[in-house]
């Protein structure tokens, strides 16, 4: 992707799932890429995104950067009303919170040098309402609402957008289906298939290339079809 090589890229969670695939993207691209995460390993430095004074020692650390992708968080299925006030906090804080802290830790940097790029990871979650998830459906509603906020804030200098996956077969993710289960969710996809984390990962590369210079403050939405109906179930003969 045009005017990638050579960027410093940080990728928080980047070590599962998409963000791993993400990181190993830009890596790819010719990039020098930093990983946040809470377990140690090559390349990584140890923070929790939900901790203010970790997340701006790590940023200490990565110092000047281009691309951040705030792709850390955290989901627990449970009924609204049985939801305690740790998992509420939890769920808040890492998706939400964290995410804030990132980027303004980012933007700080960004905003003095050469600008740069903040990706933020929402779901499409954040766009419908989905039973036993309502922590998370809220952290990640105000995580579009916050990109549009900073969007404004910090351009011309900083674009900062947010991706809403739909269902992403990640590993995490497999190990919550029975093989009954995967194929039930896929029939109720248009394109009947969870997306992969590598296709997110060619998003997230494409929207911090040059090639996506005019994209601030969108709300890109990759879900094959998922919400593109009225009825999440990929639409019935209609009302
Ligand atoms: N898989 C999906 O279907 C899907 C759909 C929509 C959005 N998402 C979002 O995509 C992102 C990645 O999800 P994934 O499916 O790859 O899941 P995952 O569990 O494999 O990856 C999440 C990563 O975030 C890390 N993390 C969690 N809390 C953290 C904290 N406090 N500090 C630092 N790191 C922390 C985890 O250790 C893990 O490495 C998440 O923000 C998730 O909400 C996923």
């Known amino acids: 992707m045009r005017g990638l090589a050579g960027k410093r890229v940080v990728v928080t969670g980047g070590t599962s799932g998409i963000g791993a695939a993400t990181a190993q993207r830009f890596r790819d691209e010719g990039c ?41 968080g955290v989901s627990v299925r449970s009924p609204a009303a ?28 960004m905003l003095l040098g050469a600008g740069g790029v903040i990706l933020n990871t929402a779901s499409t979650n954040a766009l419908v309402g989905y039973r036993y998830y309502a922590d998370y459906n809220a952290a990640k509603a105000g995580l579009v609402a916050l990109t549009k906020s900073l969007a404004l804030e910090w351009a011309p200098t900083v674009r900062v957008n947010a991706v809403c996956p739909g269902y992403v077969l990640t590993p995490m993710q497999e190990a919550e289906y029975t093989p009954e289960m995967l194929v039930e969710v896929n029939s109720r996809i248009p394109l009947m298939r969870h997306a992969t984390p590598e296709e997110l990962a060619g998003l997230f590369a494409y929207l911090a290339s040059d090639e996506a210079a005019y994209f601030t403050g969108s709300v890109i939405v990759m879900d094959g079809g998922e919400t593109a109906g009225s009825m999440v179930s990929g639409g019935g003969p209609g009302a």
């Open 82 to 109: 049985d939801i305690s006030q740790d998992q509420w906090d939890q769920v808040l804080t890492t998706n939400l919170s964290g995410a804030f802290w990132v980027a303004q830790a980012a933007a700080r940097r």
């Open 32 to 72: 020098e890429v930093v990983v946040l995460a809470r377990t140690p390993g090559p390349g990584v430095i140890r923070c929790d995104v939900g901790d203010r004074l970790q997340v701006d020692a790590a940023f200490e650390q990565v110092g000047d950067l281009d691309v951040v992708v705030n792709n850390a």
